[in-house]
């Protein structure tokens, strides 16, 4: 099974700052087969980038994912008011798939 | 417009079981890799299993294997989860997934709102 490492854990920001999140999978991930995904308290999950560097339909292009084998990140360029939510990488490269443990971006 | 709605949570007994569904509309079943995934209160997501479009590939994760089965119904466009043998770390909203495309490894493109499962007594 891989492991997905997501950190940090937490990150205080201010809207309009730049924020980078982390993913680090125990195994090499081959054909880029990593997804990052926001939710919301109360809400489902929602797609943001699918093949660690497309970005899904009306996904604002703020969003940015790259990385390849063990190390990916996902990037705000800058954080709007809405953007302050937990974030999940999941791979579907192998079986069984498996999901980060979450990042949560909060108000400062 | 895609459209997956949840039902068959309940609060349940230890040792219980349950058979949870995934109505889908705006696209066929039958075409796709459809999958459930798990969230604990307050926790992370989990993949529990995944099938794809003609039902040839199913796969559980090892918490869930030999007691969860998952099944679809092409008739009624309905993705079902049977939930046996259930324990206190079942508790969870339940979402029902489905991929791009028809095959197995796919990311999540459209998800449920989620149906809560809880298990105690």
């Known amino acids: 099974e891989i492991v997905l490492t997501q950190s940090p854990g937490t990150l205080s920001l201010s809207p309009g700052e730049r924020v980078t999140l982390s993913c680090r999978a125990s195994q090499y991930i081959t054909s880029g087969h990593l997804a990052w995904y926001q939710q919301k308290p109360g809400q489902s999950p929602r797609l943001l980038i699918y093949?660690?560097?497309t970005r899904a339909t009306v996904i604002p292009d703020r969003f940015s994912g790259s990385g390849s084998g063990t190390d990916f990140t996902l990037t705000i360029s800058r954080l709007e008011p809405e953007d302050f939510a937990v974030y999940y990488c999941h791979q579907y490269d192998s079986s069984p798939q498996t999901f980060g443990q979450g990042t949560k971006l909060e108000i400062k | 417009d895609v459209q997956l709605v949840e039902s068959g949570g309940d609060l349940v007994q230890p040792g219980g079981s349950l058979r949870l569904s995934c109505a889908a509309s705006?696209?066929?079943?039958?075409?796709?890799?459809m999958f459930w995934v798990r969230q604990p209160p307050g926790k992370g997501l989990e993949w529990v299993s995944g099938?794809?479009?003609?039902?040839?590939?199913?796969f559980y994760a090892d918490s869930v294997k030999g007691r969860f089965t998952i099944s679809r119904d092409s008739s009624k466009n309905t993705l079902y989860l049977q939930v046996n043998s259930l324990r206190a770390e079942d508790t969870a909203v339940y979402y029902c997934?489905?991929?791009?495309?028809?095959?197995?490894?796919?990311?999540?493109?459209?998800w449920g709102q989620g149906t809560l499962v809880t298990v105690s007594s």
């Open positions: 997934a489905r991929a791009y495309s028809s095959g197995f490894y796919s990311y999540f493109e459209s």
């Open positions: 705006g696209f066929s079943l039958s075409n796709y890799g």
């Open positions: 093949g660690t560097s």
């Open positions: 099938i794809n479009y003609n039902g040839a590939y199913i």
